[in-house]
């Protein structure tokens, strides 16, 4: 049902790299996985509207004010790395091997 | 210190009676976790500020019912200034900056958090083997697993550790760690509880809830930590009753549904059987029980993972390694910081959620998946509402098996996945559900499972007390801690 491509694929659209030796355990679990699923097939579900949540439909308003809630300092407090008070990443644009 | 024979109720007159202070109940209390501890492993963190917040409740007074009372919470909760890890690798350095509401509401009823309990990764398991911080153990039997994903906490007030403790419920998150540990455990009504501050796993299904020993102290912590709360849309403004006054023990009148699907050939004959008598309880006490039909219950379990790991895949998007937890090393570009970070953070059971949710909600599968699922929810809702629109109560079985052992069935994630076949049901409809310890079978607990219509949390409470009367399961001492005395 669930080639090992297509799950390389969904790893990747997932963010997520499988080490090699990880891939096959993955795809004959997914596989049954996603068998078991399509056992949906088989309802007759013609018209039926679906549950995407649980909440009552209707909009909920709250005025539009502004609140002080965390400060900057609490907000990075959790920010593997910073520098002059902002959040530090890796270069966005690869400069040496870039595709 | 144990809780084996304490009440919420005893202890608050205790403490208000100056008998006893916070200071010395919260040290006593971790003293006894510590000691356990090696044993259980229910706990991710226990909670050194404890003592000093119990100091401030002294020095404020014993106020309301709460006051001073020490509970333990999920690690799936925020925890404003102590860890909160989801018992997961990528959030093992999480410092919460502010209190999820169920927090903050403990907090002001004077609550006193001694420890943040072990879960399966994510709350994505059945067993706490998923956990990042290992196994924790059944108080029953220390080979057996103590159910999951709320197992810590299970393990904890099974154990005598705490009176009671916060769990969350997305699939029998509560109810079947509370079955295999022979304790009461409540998922509430979805909307019941404010999820402002519980870390995601799918939000159409998360809930919080509360175990404990005995159905009273159960529905004392849910008073306390039930209501609207701004930060939640989902949460309901309907007003929360005082479920601990209201308790009722008086089945006369009460109608239950049982529904045949439920005694499924797959489920252990012993565990039916001590279902069965439990139902035998409540017609001697008055009730009438009938037998009633749920066809789609064949097709929950597809259902539940098709849709919680749609949810979860999403909610999971967030952790990338750049505004908090774990980051990691020795990357070369921002993409890498994302994959590496996730693949290094992330494990096995949590990636196959996350990979399953991503290829269900993807363009060529999503009408054949996840569109599906939810409409086959549909029918399986109106199922049972259809019961629920002629009965009070629909009981049955929570789990297909007492605690199986630990590493049983952790290589075979679908032999995992159709353990909550039976507690599913109330988290695809939103409705409340509990499981009550009905007995044992060869040693181990086994709970009996009810479920109500949205927003009647009462109605299971008071049937939970009227077979809590009846049968005084509380007072029995776990095996495995009974041995050790």
Redesign the interface.
């Known amino acids: 049902m669930i080639s090992k491509e297509e799950v390389l694929h969904v790893a990747e659209l997932a963010n997520l790299k499988l080490k090699d030796n990880e891939v096959d355990g993955f795809v004959s679990q997914l596989d049954d996985i996603v068998t078991m699923a399509s056992q949906l097939s088989t309802v007759d579900t013609e018209g039926v509207e679906p549950t995407y949540h649980m909440s009552d439909t209707t909009t909920v308003f709250r005025a539009d004010e502004g609140k002080h809630t965390q400060t900057r300092e609490e907000l990075l407090e959790n920010v593997p790395e910073v520098q002059d008070n902002l959040i530090k990443v890796p270069s966005i644009v690869d400069k040496e091997d870039g595709e | 210190m144990d809780y084996f024979n304490e009440t919420i109720d005893l202890l608050h007159k205790k403490l208000a009676d100056k008998e006893i202070t916070a200071e010395s109940l919260t040290k006593d209390t971790l003293q006894n976790i510590n000691d356990k501890e090696a044993k259980l492993n229910a706990y991710v963190t226990v909670n050194d500020q404890a003592t000093e917040d119990a100091k401030k409740v002294d020095e404020k007074g014993i106020e309301g019912r709460l006051s001073g009372i020490p509970v333990a919470i999920k690690d799936n909760i925020l925890t404003k200034g102590v860890l909160t890890t989801a018992s997961s690798k990528i959030l093992s ?3 919460p ?2 209190d999820a509401t169920v927090t903050e509401k403990l907090k002001n009823a004077g609550a006193i958090n001694v420890g943040k309990t072990n879960l399966d990764e994510f709350a994505m398991g059945s067993s706490t083997e998923t956990s990042y911080y290992g196994t924790s153990h059944n108080a029953w039997d220390y080979t057996k697993v103590p159910g999951g994903s709320s197992g810590g906490s299970a393990a904890a007030v099974a154990s005598g550790d705490v009176i009671a403790a916060l769990g969350t419920d997305t699939g029998g998150s509560i109810r079947q760690p509370a079955s295999f540990n022979g304790i009461f455990g409540i998922k509430p009504t ?2 019941r509880v404010s999820r402002w501050g519980v870390i995601a796993f799918a ?3 998360d809930q919080v809830g509360v175990m404990s020993k005995r159905v009273e102290d159960s529905a004392e912590v849910l008073t306390t930590i039930a209501g609207h709360d ?1 930060h939640d ?2 949460s309901s403004e309907k007003e929360v009753p005082d479920y601990r006054a209201n308790l009722n023990k008086d089945m006369h009148g009460v109608k239950i549904a049982v529904p045949k699907e439920f005694w499924h050939e797959g489920t252990d004959p012993e565990v039916l059987k001590t279902v069965d008598e439990a139902i035998e309880t409540y017609k001697k006490l008055g009730a009438t029980v009938e037998e009633v039909s749920l066809p ?1 219950l064949k ?1 929950a ?3 539940y ?2 849709i919680a790991s749609s949810e979860a ?1 999403s909610n999971l ?1 967030r952790y ?8 990691a090393k020795d ?4 993409k ?5 970070s ?2 290094e953070g ?1 494990g ?1 059971e949590v ?2 959620r ?3 949710g ?3 909600l ?1 363009a060529g599968a999503y009408d ?2 996840f ?9 399986f ?1 109106n199922e049972l509402k259809a019961v629920l629109d002629k009965y009070d109560l629909i009981a049955g079985p929570v789990t297909t098996s007492t605690a199986f052992g630990i590493g049983e069935k952790i290589d075979d ?2 032999a995992m ?1 159709m353990n909550d076949i039976l507690t599913i049901p109330a988290n695809l409809a ?1 409705l409340p559900a509990a499981s009550v310890p009905a007995g044992t079978v060869n040693g181990l607990p086994v709970g009996l499972q009810l479920m109500a219509n949205s927003f009647d949390e009462q109605a299971i409470f008071n049937a939970a007390y009227a077979l809590q009367e009846e049968n005084k399961f509380y007072e029995q001492i776990p095996t495995a801690l009974k041995e050790e005395d």
């Not at chain 2, 599906?372 to 029918?379: G, S």
């Open positions: 350095n999480f410092m900056i502010y979805y909307g939000s159409s299904l701004v849309s989902t789609s097709h379990v597809e259902v993972y098709v895949s998007q990338d390694g750049v505004r908090y937890g774990f980051r990357v070369k570009n921002i890498e910081l994302f994959v590496n996730r693949s992330f096995d990636k196959r996350i990979m399953l991503t290829f269900t993807s054949a998946y569109k599906k699922a939810a409409q086959v929810r549909t029918i809702i994630p679908l996945y939103g």
